[in-house]
C-alpha cells in the first residue's frame, strides 16, 4: 500500500500564524486599554489589518485538517467573514468606531459559544485542562456582550472595553491553538486512512 504522508507545512504555517495574531489582538486590547487616546483612524487600521490576517490563518487552519481538528473546525464561515469585515475596516478607518465596537461585539460573543463548543469537544478528546478553554469561552462572551450593549456614550470607555475584549479574545485564541492544534509528522491523508480501513475490513 501507497505510505502517502499529509505535509504539515499548511498545518505548521496556520498554528503559528494563528498564534501570532493572537498575540498582536492580545498585545492591541493591552494598548488600547492604557492608552484610551489612540486616534480612531489608527485603531481602524490596525483593526482592520488584524482582522485580514487573522481570518486568512483561520482558513488556512481550516484546509490544513490538522489531527484534533479542534481549533480550525468552525473557521471557514468565520474566516471569511473577518476577512470580508477587516476589508470593509479599512476603506473607511476613521469613521467606523461605534460599527467597530457592534462588530467586535457580535465576533467575539460567536466565537466564544464555538470556543464554548471547542471545549467540549476537547473534554470528549481527554485534554486534561479544557476548562481553560471554556473558562476562557464564556468570559470574552461576557465581554462581547458588554461591548455591545455599554453601559455609557464615553468615547475613552468605549476604546478601553474594546480593548478588552480584544485581549481576551486574542488570549483565548492562543490557548486554543496551543492546547488543541496536533501536528503529527507522518499523519496520513483521510482518504488513504478510509482506504486502509476498509482493506482491514475485507
Same mark, same amino acid.
Given at each position: ?11 505548521? #504555517?496556520?498554528? #503559528?500564524?494563528? *498564534?501570532?495574531?493572537? %498575540? $498582536?489582538? &492580545?498585545?492591541?486590547?493591552?494598548? /488600547? ?16 489589518? $488584524? /482582522? ?6 483561520? /482558513? !488556512? ?22 476577512? #470580508?469585515?477587516?476589508?470593509?475596516i479599512l476603506t473607511n478607518p476613521a469613521h467606523l468606531m461605534t460599527v467597530l465596537c457592534v462588530i467586535a461585539g457580535i465576533c467575539v460573543m460567536a466565537d466564544?459559544?464555538l470556543k464554548l463548543r471547542i471545549a467540549a469537544d476537547a473534554k470528549r478528546f481527554g485534554i486534561a485542562r479544557w476548562w481553560l478553554i471554556g473558562s476562557g469561552?464564556?468570559?470574552?462572551? *461576557?465581554?462581547?456582550?458588554?461591548? *455591545?450593549?455599554?453601559? &455609557?456614550?464615553? %468615547? %475613552? *470607555?468605549?476604546?478601553?472595553? $474594546?480593548?478588552?475584549?480584544? $485581549?481576551?479574545?486574542? &488570549?483565548?485564541?492562543?490557548? #486554543? %491553538? ?12 483521510? !482518504? ?11
Amino acid at each position: 500500500m501507497t505510505k502517502t504522508v499529509r505535509s504539515v507545512y499548511p498545518m505548521r #504555517t496556520a498554528k #503559528t500564524g494563528y *498564534l501570532t495574531v493572537s %498575540a $498582536l489582538l &492580545a498585545a492591541a486590547g493591552l494598548l /488600547l486599554i492604557v492608552r484610551p487616546d489612540f486616534s480612531a483612524a489608527a485603531i481602524g487600521r490596525i483593526a482592520g489589518v $488584524l /482582522l485580514i490576517a487573522f481570518g486568512a490563518f483561520r /482558513l !488556512i487552519g481550516y484546509f490544513s485538517r490538522d489531527l484534533y481538528r479542534l481549533a480550525f473546525q468552525f473557521d471557514l464561515v468565520y474566516g471569511v467573514m473577518l476577512v #470580508t469585515v477587516g476589508i470593509l475596516i479599512l476603506t473607511n478607518p476613521a469613521h467606523l468606531m461605534t460599527v467597530l465596537c457592534v462588530i467586535a461585539g457580535i465576533c467575539v460573543m460567536a466565537d466564544g459559544l464555538l470556543k464554548l463548543r471547542i471545549a467540549a469537544d476537547a473534554k470528549r478528546f481527554g485534554i486534561a485542562r479544557w476548562w481553560l478553554i471554556g473558562s476562557g469561552a464564556a468570559l470574552t462572551v *461576557l465581554l462581547g456582550l458588554v461591548l *455591545l450593549f455599554r453601559p &455609557a456614550d464615553s %468615547a %475613552a *470607555l468605549a476604546i478601553r472595553l $474594546l480593548g478588552a475584549v480584544l $485581549l481576551a479574545e486574542g &488570549a483565548l485564541n492562543f490557548l #486554543t %491553538a496551543v492546547m488543541t492544534v496536533k501536528i503529527v509528522r507522518n499523519q496520513r491523508p483521510d !482518504i488513504i486512512e478510509a482506504e486502509y480501513r476498509e482493506e482491514q475490513n475485507q
